[in-house]
């Protein structure tokens, strides 16, 4: 059973940038896991932020953020990173990683983290 722990979030001004951090333990991933981000602000359902496949490294992400976030993996540490750049304030949420089959649905992932928090004043 995989454990993911998200961590990097925190209070950043409009225009700056974050680096977010999803430590996976418990196993080690193999070819053909795919990790996703997700995002919830208050009140809100949880979208899909992007996805990478770990023996590619190949990424994927929605237009909302594209060009923006850019999604990484180090395959050493077991580790996926979502780099953010040019945050706006419409990018504050609860930020998640999960493991699953790559896709933008929720319900295809089945194990989550606890989340990090993540919020841009204007």
């Known amino acids: 059973q995989a454990q993911l722990v998200e961590s990097g979030g925190g209070l950043v001004q409009a225009g700056d940038s974050l680096r977010l951090s999803c430590a996976v333990s418990?196993?080690?991933?193999?070819?053909?896991?795919?990790v996703g981000w997700f995002r919830q602000p208050p009140g809100k359902e949880r979208t899909f932020v992007g996805a990478?496949?770990?023996?590619?490294?190949?990424?994927h992400s929605p237009d909302v953020v594209k060009g923006r976030f850019t999604i990484s993996r180090d395959n050493t540490k077991n580790t996926i990173y979502l780099q953010m750049n040019s945050l706006k304030p419409e990018d504050t949420a609860v930020y998640y990683c999960?493991?699953?089959?790559?896709?933008?649905?929720?319900?295809?992932?089945?194990?989550w983290g606890q989340g990090t928090q993540v919020t841009v004043s204007s």
């Open positions: 999960a493991l699953g089959l790559g896709t933008t649905r929720t319900s295809d992932y089945y194990s």
């Open positions: 990478i496949d770990w023996d590619g490294g190949n990424a």
């Open positions: 418990g196993r080690s991933l193999i070819q053909n896991d795919m």
